[in-house]
């Protein structure tokens, strides 16, 4: 069981919007950025997002993330079916001393 | 553009040693510190350590303090994980990834993985 929780599974229409959220504590998401990572089948995972809400160069407007208090929450507009993947939220855990990953989403774009 | 080019598959027995290696290029060896990430299928990826390649400075997650040994090649710009005592739930896809462009565990770039099986 992972200390950050995330849904398992969202889906949504191509072009429609869908969030994944990710829940966690004081320890973690209320005291440090998170980040948030696509891995699409047989592949490593991909930087999308860093310090809650920054996007990495080249990643399209269509994702976005925002941070309020122990919840940290990834945005995806414009549903396309190559963003079909899981998700991660990730950020460092005061308690444990280490980087933690979410559980992970899995999106489906029917 | 950092590039970072992992060994191949790994099969072990159970009880020994597997050292792993991660072959960086396209940037200042030196200048961005060094990850590993491990992940079974299915679950959420799994953050080992890191080294500082500068200074070979280690930092590793407790889980794995006592198994795990990260070194680098300065001349080889080539960074390594051993893990010991080998059991089947260390059978995963294993990561090396690089930070520091966008934050100290902000994983920019990833290298394609290497597999370890752990059996008996």
């Known amino acids: 069981q992972s200390v950050l929780t995330q849904p398992p599974s969202v889906s949504a229409a191509p072009g429609q919007k869908v969030t994944i959220s990710c829940s966690g504590s004081s320890s973690n998401i209320g005291n440090n950025d998170v980040s948030w990572y696509q891995q699409l089948p047989g592949t490593a995972p991909k930087l999308l997002i860093y310090?809650?809400?920054k996007r990495v160069s080249g990643i399209p407007d269509r994702f976005s993330g925002s941070k309020s208090g122990t919840s940290a929450t990834l945005g995806i507009t414009g549903l396309q079916t190559g963003d079909e993947a899981d998700y991660y939220c990730?950020?460092?855990?005061?308690?444990?001393?280490?980087?933690?990953f979410g559980g992970g989403t899995k999106l489906t774009v029917l | 553009q950092m590039q970072l080019v992992q060994s191949g598959a790994e099969v072990k027995k159970t009880g020994s040693s597997v050292k792993l290696s991660c072959r960086a290029s396209g940037y200042t060896f030196t200048y961005r510190s060094l990850h590993w990430v491990r992940q079974t299928p299915g679950q959420a990826p799994e953050w080992m350590g890191w080294i500082k390649p500068f200074n070979g400075n280690t930092f590793y997650a407790q889980k794995f303090q006592d198994r795990v040994t990260m070194s680098r090649d300065k001349s080889m710009t080539t960074a390594y994980m051993e893990l010991s005592s080998l059991r089947s739930e260390d059978t995963a896809m294993y990561y090396c990834a690089g930070s520091d462009s966008y934050g100290y565990f902000v994983f920019d770039s990833w290298g394609q993985g290497t597999q370890v099986t752990v059996s008996s």
């Open positions: 990730a950020t460092w855990d005061n308690s444990l001393n280490t980087e933690i």
């Open positions: 310090d809650n809400n």
